[in-house]
């Protein structure tokens, strides 16, 4: 399980105020206008964009949406580039679904914010210098 996942996954909200619940809400629903709570088939709880996605695993939709599915032959690849991506379960209630997403968007943002510090390319150029 990698960090994002592990943020949100195991989230006690027991002790959360109705004030902090509705200022998460008011977060995401500006962030993303028309969200709203939503029921899985399993009983449990996830914030969806207007259009019924769920905003903690928008990454999964984009993954799919950008492979290049032409230049396969077999799905080995897609299945790698899938794995690369955080699934984020379900709540068990509506409150652990807003503070869930809000935590959510608030990984994905410090990671994608960074990541591009880390990139290969720059990784291998700093290693490349290094050994000069």
Not at 52 to 61: F, V
Request: charged fraction near 25%; proline fraction near 2%.
């Amino acid at each position: 399980m990698d960090q994002t996942a592990n943020m949100v996954y195991n989230m006690n909200v027991d002790n959360i105020s109705i004030k902090r619940f509705e200022k998460a809400k008011k977060k995401i629903i500006k962030k993303y206008p028309g969200a709203h709570t939503v029921m899985d088939p399993n009983g449990q709880y996830y914030v969806a964009t207007e259009n019924g996605r769920d905003i903690n695993n928008l990454q999964i939709g984009q993954t799919m949406n950008a492979y290049d599915f032409d230049g396969e032959d077999d799905l080995y690849g897609f299945n790698a580039a899938l794995n690369k991506v955080t699934m984020i379960p379900h709540s068990n209630s509506v409150i652990e679904a807003w503070l869930k997403t809000e935590v959510a968007i608030k990984s994905y943002h410090v990671v994608n914010r960074n990541s591009n510090k880390f990139s290969d390319d720059k990784v291998m150029k700093k290693m490349a210098k290094d050994f000069e």
